[in-house]
């Protein structure tokens, strides 16, 4: 993809995505890293950022990170810690805009954040995905593990739900 796109993954690294298959977490950033070699990793071209989530969100790199994709992939095999605590989505959405996005405006690129999730958010999912739809930005929603909770997974994810929801 040559297009430019500013992406920031949420990764899930809530106690409820590890009990529902240990190695779960590792499963996440395996598949960030097989989701980006697809992509031209550069500053003019396609940019990642990470999040990871529990109960309070924490940026482990941000848009201006890499140069490469070798860059990305070395990060993405550094230990990335797993909070294993509660799971606020919501916060971690706003968390994603103001402290990745926002901060690294780039004009003309695709705002997108793909949310991997098994959906079961202690705090309100709806009014930050809107909020962050109504900003022009995509979202993607993945479950991740057996117990996925679908109806949060719909909440979150952008229009058309048939091409936003895995």
């Known amino acids: 993809c040559k297009a430019p796109l500013d992406v920031v993954f949420l990764v899930d690294g809530s106690r409820s995505v590890e009990r529902q298959g240990v190695g779960n977490f590792r ?6 890293r097989d ?4 992509f031209i990793i550069s500053r ?8 990871v989530y529990g109960t309070r969100p924490r940026v482990v790199f941000g848009l201006n990170g890499f ?3 070798g860059g990305l992939f070395n990060a993405l095999n550094r230990p990335i810690k ?3 605590t509660g799971s ?3 916060l971690a959405l706003r968390a994603a805009y103001t402290r990745v996005l926002a901060r690294s405006p780039r004009r003309g690129a695709t705002k997108i954040i793909v949310v991997l999730a098994d959906g079961r958010s202690e705090d309100d999912v709806r009014r ?15 479950g991740i593990g057996r117990y996925i909770n679908g109806r949060q997974l719909d909440q979150l994810a952008s229009r058309p739900r048939r091409t936003h929801i895995f």
């Open 27 to 32: 499963r996440e950033l395996s598949m960030i």
């Open 35 to 38: 989701m980006s070699a697809g």
């Open 44 to 51: 003019t071209n396609v940019r990642f950022g990470l999040v």
């Open 67 to 69: 140069r490469n994709n």
């Open 82 to 84: 797993n909070p294993q």
């Open 88 to 90: 606020r989505i919501g």
């Open 128 to 142: 930050p995905s809107n909020a962050l739809q109504a900003r022009g930005v995509k979202i993607f929603a993945i």
